[in-house]
């Protein structure tokens, strides 16, 4: 009876455990679906109606299809980089970060790892800067509504961005990504609902105005020089509002196993590239369809809209919603390496270290960490001073797109696609993805120049 006791609570024991050691992972298809909506569908769909209308009825919807097909390409061969050498039983690699340790070197990686963090921190900028638009927006719609179109409702952004940082601060205590399924799964429903709603009055637009709006060659420019910033700022608007392999690894890392997380990654990413290239082909071209050259940076507080008003301040409210819970996901991963870290350079400090129990009026207990706190509070107070700085909306998504695009999404993931598959050189796969991720190189740097030059332009206007 002993022996058949012991059997069964080591069973328990493991069943409770992964092969690392760690804490079950219970992930699903499902919630990595909504992690990766979350993570991708953000404040970049806001601008693709615009990216279409400077490229045109063709340059439009065949960059959208061309930056979905790059996106999963690049997933498809991150999947296969969790788990070293085997990409099924080898051992895991817990972020993007350590997937490059382990395949291509410590050099590269600090290359890897300041770019990774530069991107999640600067999206982490824009999500700040886009939830204050929205935010101002509500107040914009309310005013046009009493005042008439006409009215000169002008709302300062900087009070309401300091209002999301504060929510992003009391957001932060949520320990990890793997306590976060609810924020994604919330997240990703506000997302499909504000598509759905700028999907529905682009429609609607197009309707009452009884024609197509745009033309072929997009939003026509003083000189050539013009028109080709602008198409170059419109590819960084796309590139940042596609990938996401920077975080690719941390979600993986929360999906259960067996089936193999490599065979359920690939899966969700299909699935999830496929429902945003959906909404961002139905948002970019109805937005670019309603209103031509006109067609406003962000389709939902541009006030290219105005009535209903209550259904511009319902779509501009899931936007806020889904953007505090967006700008956790792309924060976790840089608290998760700064605990590590930490925890590592002083194993002896009571204040790196330790947690407290803490009980508010009101509120569940919850466990503080006096370093957590302070380094997390610090880190939002930064991004909200300088989205406070640097308030140009489709111009600073144009620099994070081309910055995270090529280095992150494309050449780190295609060349330790080449060690783990151990790929020799001149053959036909190394030739192929070569190409590809020159190609991409080439859109990276044009979006870039775009993008700064754009911001230049704002800054001296």
């Given at each position: 009876?002993?022996?058949?006791?012991?059997?069964?609570?080591?069973?328990?024991?493991?069943?409770?455990?992964?092969?690392?050691?760690?804490?079950?992972?219970t992930g699903?298809?499902?919630?990595?679906?909504?992690?990766?909506?979350?993570?991708?569908?953000?404040s970049?769909?806001?601008?693709?109606?615009?990216?279409?209308?400077?490229?045109?009825?063709?340059?439009?919807?065949?960059?959208?299809?061309?930056?979905?097909?790059?996106?999963?390409?690049?997933?498809?061969?991150?999947?296969?980089?969790?788990?070293h050498?085997?990409p099924?039983?080898g051992?895991?690699?817990?972020s993007?970060?350590?997937?490059?340790?382990?395949?291509?070197?410590?050099?590269?990686?600090?290359?890897?790892?300041?770019?990774?963090?530069?991107?999640?921190?600067?999206?982490?900028?824009?999500?700040?800067?886009?939830?204050?638009?929205?935010?101002?927006?509500?107040?914009?719609?309310?005013?046009?509504?009493?005042?008439?179109?006409?009215?000169?409702?002008?709302?300062?952004?900087?009070?309401?961005?300091?209002?999301?940082?504060?929510?992003?601060?009391?957001?932060?205590?949520?320990?990890?990504?793997?306590?976060?399924?609810?924020?994604?799964v919330?997240?990703?429903?506000?997302?499909?609902?504000y598509?759905?709603?700028?999907?529905?009055l682009?429609?609607?637009?197009?309707?009452k105005?009884?024609?197509?709006?745009?033309?072929?060659?997009?939003?026509?420019?003083?000189?050539?020089?013009?028109?080709?910033?602008?198409?170059?700022?419109?590819?960084?608007?796309?590139?940042?509002?596609?990938?996401y392999?920077?975080?690719?690894?941390?979600?993986?890392?929360?999906?259960?196993?067996p089936?193999p997380?490599?065979?359920?990654?690939?899966?969700?990413?299909?699935?999830?590239?496929f429902?945003?290239?959906?909404?961002?082909?139905c948002?970019?071209?109805?937005?670019?369809?309603a209103?031509?050259?006109?067609?406003?940076?962000?389709?939902?507080?541009?006030?290219?809209?105005?009535?209903?008003?209550?259904?511009?301040?319902?779509?501009?409210?899931?936007?806020?919603?889904?953007?505090?819970?967006?700008?956790q996901?792309?924060?976790?991963?840089?608290?998760?390496?700064?605990?590590?870290?930490?925890?590592?350079?002083?194993?002896d400090?009571g204040?790196?270290?330790?947690?407290?129990?803490?009980?508010?009026?009101?509120?569940?207990?919850?466990?503080?960490?006096l370093?957590?706190?302070?380094?997390?509070?610090?880190?939002?107070?930064?991004?909200?001073?300088?989205?406070?700085?640097?308030?140009?909306?489709?111009?600073?998504l144009?620099?994070?797109?081309?910055?995270?695009f090529?280095?992150?999404?494309?050449?780190?993931?295609?060349?330790?696609?080449?060690?783990?598959?151990?790929?020799?050189?001149w053959?036909?796969?190394?030739?192929?993805?070569?190409?590809f991720?020159?190609?991409?190189?080439?859109?990276?740097?044009?979006?870039?120049?775009?993008?700064?030059?754009?911001?230049?332009?704002?800054?001296?206007?």
């Amino acid at each position: 009876m002993d022996v058949k006791n012991s059997l069964q609570i080591a069973r328990t024991a493991s069943d409770a455990y992964d092969d690392d050691g760690r804490a079950k992972r219970t992930g699903t298809v499902g919630s990595a679906v909504a992690h990766i909506i979350t993570a991708v569908i953000g404040s970049g769909v806001l601008s693709l109606a615009w990216s279409t209308s400077q490229l045109g009825w063709i340059g439009g919807p065949v960059a959208l299809l061309c930056f979905a097909i790059i996106t999963y390409v690049s997933s498809f061969l991150m999947s296969d980089c969790y788990r070293h050498p085997d990409p099924v039983t080898g051992k895991r690699n817990y972020s993007y970060m350590a997937a490059v340790r382990i395949n291509l070197g410590e050099r590269r990686t600090y290359m890897a790892g300041f770019l990774q963090f530069l991107t999640l921190y600067g999206t982490c900028i824009a999500y700040v800067l886009t939830t204050a638009n929205s935010l101002r927006a509500i107040m914009k719609s309310n005013c046009y509504h009493k005042e008439g179109h006409q009215a000169p409702c002008g709302y300062g952004g900087s009070l309401y961005m300091v209002m999301f940082g504060i929510v992003q601060i009391l957001m932060s205590f949520i320990p990890d990504l793997h306590n976060m399924a609810w924020v994604s799964v919330v997240a990703a429903i506000m997302s499909f609902t504000y598509s759905f709603i700028g999907l529905g009055l682009g429609i609607s637009t197009v309707i009452k105005n009884g024609r197509i709006m745009g033309s072929l060659t997009g939003v026509p420019a003083a000189n050539i020089a013009d028109k080709l910033w602008l198409v170059f700022q419109a590819l960084g608007d796309i590139a940042f509002a596609y990938p996401y392999s920077i975080i690719l690894l941390e979600i993986q890392d929360t999906l259960e196993s067996p089936p193999p997380e490599n065979q359920t990654m690939k899966k969700a990413s299909m699935m999830a590239i496929f429902i945003t290239t959906f909404f961002y082909l139905c948002c970019g071209c109805f937005g670019y369809a309603a209103f031509g050259n006109a067609t406003p940076g962000n389709l939902l507080t541009g006030f290219g809209f105005y009535e209903p008003f209550w259904l511009i301040d319902l779509a501009n409210a899931c936007i806020i919603l889904h953007l505090v819970g967006g700008y956790q996901i792309f924060c976790q991963p840089i608290y998760s390496s700064v605990d590590r870290w930490s925890s590592r350079r002083f194993p002896d400090s009571g204040f790196v270290n330790n947690s407290y129990k803490v009980k508010l009026p009101l509120l569940p207990a919850f466990q503080l960490n006096l370093f957590r706190f302070c380094f997390r509070t610090a880190y939002v107070i930064s991004t909200t001073g300088l989205a406070i700085l640097f308030p140009y909306f489709n111009q600073v998504l144009g620099v994070l797109g081309a910055v995270n695009f090529w280095p992150l999404a494309i050449y780190f993931p295609v060349e330790m696609y080449f060690v783990q598959q151990n790929v020799g050189a001149w053959t036909k796969k190394w030739i192929i993805l070569r190409t590809f991720s020159f190609a991409c190189f080439l859109v990276t740097v044009v979006g870039l120049i775009g993008s700064i030059e754009g911001i230049i332009k704002e800054k001296l206007g």
